[in-house]
């Protein structure tokens, strides 16, 4: 344990880079097409990864606003991340553009305009599962474990801090 909260910031951002390299490589070589919860399941690692970036350049030390800025944008991506676990087991509705149904329109241009924003991809379809797990129950995973660590690495911060003064 002590070992990984020595290192967390180098963890916590080659596990983020991973979750995403994974999703780009799913979807530019192997043509795995995500849906629009799919999609709002990578900002929270483009942020972090941004942020760790800019704060390494900034700084170089572990500053406390990086890891609280990180996370909350895992509580962003586990929101969006469990919201479409639900929807892909049925149990929770998802956004209007996630979904392949279409609602009663009361002229053809509606009709159309509906058609046209109509996602390629509906939410509820798993697309690919590793050990009966979809892709967003594997993220949900990652951000749980992400958000564990971090927890626990902002409170040794913390604690560190309030024994020095």
């Known amino acids: ?16 880079l991973v ?3 994974s999703a780009l490589i799913a979807e530019y070589f192997f043509h795995i097409l995500p849906c629009r919860m799919c999609l709002n399941q990578r900002y929270p690692y483009y942020f972090i990864i941004s942020i760790f970036v800019v704060f390494y350049f ?12 990180s996370e909350l944008a895992v509580l962003y991506g586990l929101f969006y991340s469990i919201w479409h676990v639900g929807i892909e087991h049925n149990l929770l509705t998802g956004p209007s553009s996630c979904s392949g149904k279409l609602i009663g329109a009361d002229s053809v241009s509606d009709l159309k305009e509906q058609i046209l924003n109509q996602a390629v991809i509906n939410c509820n379809e798993i697309s690919w599962s590793v050990l009966g797990l979809s892709a967003a129950t594997l993220n949900s995973l990652l951000l749980l474990f992400l958000l564990l660590f971090n927890t626990i690495f902002i409170f040794k911060i913390y604690n560190d801090k309030e024994k020095k003064i």
């Open 1 to 16: 344990m002590n070992y990984i909260i020595r290192y967390w910031g180098i963890i916590f951002f080659f596990l983020c």
């Open 19 to 21: 979750a995403i390299f």
């Open 58 to 69: 900034i700084s170089k030390t572990s500053n406390i606003w990086l890891y609280v800025l």
